[in-house]
């Protein structure tokens, strides 16, 4: 044996021995019990990994709720950042003898703002200033006139020198003849149009390089049933009209810096949804039908319609300063909303119906019309 080699022979031979045991235990407990098919490894297998995929989506869902939380905080917050300085910003309201725009001069004018308030009658201009201080200042403004339109632009001009014009709301309106679209000709429709929406372009297209020199505000109030045809007669298609100026007008106006907002209200008790009013409109019209229109109508169907809209009087909203602050919001926020949808009938009834699909809009409001005598009579 050569030097060295007894040293190692001894533990060699013993890992040989180990090894070759090793092997045999092996073989016997095979033997004893042999391998599971491998189907139980691989469900086990996708349930490890379906643990640490739900782990996961528990993670994603835990932080895209965290997310979701950060960004309503802020989105609230960005909604409630205000402008400075307002009382050296001059703003102009038009429809301010009563409703929505008396209430929003009276407001403004309290808040600061140089506020210049048209009015269509000079009584209205003389009790509004008796109730306003001595900044508020008014003028006489008849819409549907281009000329009257001109002038007062021009007067206003003078008024706000270079500071510009900051704030324009757009509220004056008219309801029109409510009624029945065959009980209507050509020239029921043409008011409400005319002021409701002719008279609003006038007014912005005239006032609009003042408004663009402060980098300023256009309001326009339109409606519910600028979203919806809720009665018939030219109101709605003048508001449905209402609507697209206002988007057209917003994204041209982008560029050069004037934010553009729609206020959508929904029914409030003010002059312009006066009922006796309305019901004078529409027994005048009845009287001039023609006796096969009356035939299919009914001689009752004023009283039946005037009964299903006093069961609606008590959904309207009797508080007019939800709309001034959705005007007080588009004039004072540093990021001003597009549209705000103001009462509560509004938010919660008439925007998500009119998201709804035409049948659902049908069948909800044909159950508010009062029931025709004979629609077949010839």
């Given at each position: 044996?050569?030097e060295?080699?007894?040293?190692?022979?001894?533990?060699?031979?013993?890992?040989?021995?180990?090894?070759?045991?090793t092997r045999?235990?092996?073989d016997i407990?095979?033997?004893l019990?042999?391998?599971?098919?491998?189907?139980?490894?691989?469900h086990?297998?996708l349930?490890?990994?379906?643990?640490?995929y739900?782990?996961?989506?528990?993670?994603?869902?835990?932080?895209?709720l965290?997310?979701?939380i950060?960004?309503?905080?802020l989105?609230?917050?960005?909604?409630?950042?205000?402008?400075?300085?307002?009382?050296?910003k001059?703003?102009f309201?038009?429809?301010?003898?009563?409703?929505?725009?008396?209430?929003?001069?009276?407001?403004?004018?309290?808040?600061?703002?140089?506020?210049?308030?048209?009015?269509l009658t000079?009584?209205g201009s003389t009790?509004?200033?008796?109730?306003?201080?001595e900044?508020?200042?008014?003028?006489?403004?008849?819409?549907t006139?281009?000329?009257?339109v001109?002038?007062?632009a021009?007067?206003?001009?003078?008024?706000?020198?270079?500071?510009?014009?900051w704030?324009l709301i757009?509220?004056a309106g008219?309801?029109?003849?409510?009624?029945?679209?065959?009980?209507?000709?050509?020239?029921?429709?043409?008011?409400?149009?005319?002021?409701n929406?002719?008279?609003l372009?006038?007014?912005?297209?005239?006032?609009?390089?003042?408004?663009?020199?402060a980098q300023?505000?256009?309001?326009n109030?339109?409606?519910?049933?600028?979203?919806?045809?809720?009665?018939?007669?030219?109101?709605?298609?003048s508001?449905?009209?209402v609507?697209?100026?206002n988007d057209?007008?917003?994204?041209?106006?982008?560029?050069f810096?004037?934010h553009?907002s729609?206020?959508?209200?929904?029914?409030?008790?003010?002059?312009l949804?006066?009922?006796v009013?309305?019901?004078?409109?529409?027994?005048?019209?009845?009287?001039?039908?023609s006796?096969?229109?009356?035939?299919?109508?009914?001689?009752?169907?004023?009283e039946?319609s005037?009964?299903?809209?006093?069961?609606?009087?008590?959904?309207?909203?009797?508080?007019?300063?939800?709309?001034?602050?959705c005007?007080?919001?588009?004039?004072?926020?540093?990021?001003p909303?597009?549209?705000?949808?103001?009462?509560?009938?509004?938010?919660?009834f008439?925007?998500?119906?009119s998201?709804?699909?035409?049948?659902?809009q049908?069948?909800?409001?044909?159950?508010?019309?009062?029931?025709?005598?004979?629609?077949?009579?010839?």
């Amino acid at each position: 044996m050569p030097e060295g080699r007894g040293h190692y022979a001894c533990p060699i031979t013993s890992l040989t021995l180990l090894v070759s045991l090793t092997r045999v235990t092996l073989d016997i407990l095979q033997e004893l019990d042999p391998p599971q098919p491998a189907h139980w490894r691989h469900h086990l297998l996708l349930l490890y990994k379906k643990g640490v995929y739900l782990s996961h989506t528990g993670k994603m869902l835990f932080w895209v709720l965290g997310l979701l939380i950060l960004c309503g905080f802020l989105w609230t917050r960005k909604g409630k950042l205000k402008i400075a300085d307002i009382t050296d910003k001059y703003i102009f309201i038009t429809g301010c003898d009563s409703g929505f725009g008396n209430l929003a001069a009276r407001t403004f004018d309290k808040k600061g703002f140089h506020v210049i308030a048209a009015c269509l009658t000079e009584s209205g201009s003389t009790a509004l200033k008796a109730e306003t201080s001595e900044r508020l200042r008014t003028v006489l403004l008849d819409v549907t006139d281009p000329e009257n339109v001109k002038r007062t632009a021009q007067w206003v001009k003078n008024q706000v020198g270079e500071k510009g014009l900051w704030g324009l709301i757009n509220n004056a309106g008219v309801p029109g003849v409510l009624a029945p679209t065959d009980w209507l000709t050509l020239e029921d429709y043409r008011e409400p149009i005319e002021v409701n929406l002719f008279g609003l372009i006038s007014v912005t297209l005239n006032m609009l390089p003042l408004v663009k020199k402060a980098q300023g505000r256009v309001i326009n109030v339109s409606s519910v049933g600028g979203r919806l045809a809720i009665v018939g007669g030219g109101y709605t298609p003048s508001k449905y009209a209402v609507e697209g100026f206002n988007d057209s007008l917003r994204r041209d106006m982008k560029a050069f810096g004037v934010h553009v907002s729609c206020i959508e209200p929904g029914l409030f008790k003010t002059n312009l949804a006066d009922p006796v009013q309305a019901t004078e409109k529409k027994l005048a019209i009845w009287k001039q039908l023609s006796p096969d229109i009356k035939q299919q109508y009914g001689e009752g169907y004023i009283e039946k319609s005037l009964d299903k809209l006093k069961g609606n009087k008590s959904y309207a909203n009797t508080d007019l300063s939800p709309v001034v602050e959705c005007m007080d919001h588009a004039l004072t926020s540093v990021f001003p909303k597009t549209h705000y949808a103001a009462g509560k009938d509004a938010k919660i009834f008439w925007i998500p119906l009119s998201h709804m699909p035409a049948v659902l809009q049908d069948f909800l409001l044909l159950k508010q019309k009062a029931e025709l005598a004979n629609p077949k009579a010839v």
